[in-house]
């Protein structure tokens, strides 16, 4: 009961930090548009490593403000199959003709899906980075949230 009650509190944290992150790139990409004309692999670099350092500072903001909380690993992976299962339901819906299923997907994953808006196409490359973006979300809320712990573990030696 209490790997259940750790998945679910730190899937709770990861979805409110991900929306609180939402609005931040929103109000951002308003003032600087990210622009994608040309997939090339600066881009999807860009992408792979942006999407790591907002959930990182996610990740790492919890672990500060949630200390009972042990792991996160167990809601980071359920938040990573709901980009996924998100990701691939609004694939489809697109390759049905709603072109509404992107633009909801964009705006419920915004952290991520900004850098895909101005995409020309969904091709392999987009998709595959779009899929990378995800997995490295999932890796930084992990890697943000391993830090503050090992930062708050070093305080604590040092007060003894």
Sequence with gaps: MKRIKEALTGLIAILYG???LGMILMGWTIVVPILWQHPSWVHVMIALVVPFLLNGIVGFIIARLNRHLSTMKTGSLIYLLLLWIGFGVSIYLHGE??????????????PIAAFYRNAPDYSLLTGLAF?????????????????????LARREGEKR
């Design 131 to 151: 899929a990378g973006s995800c997995f490295m979300a999932y890796f930084g809320l992990i890697e943000g949230f391993a830090l503050q712990r090992k930062i």
């Design 18 to 20: 991900h929306a609180v």
């Design 97 to 110: 003709g709603n072109t509404v299923g992107i633009g909801v997907y964009t705006l419920v994953n915004y």
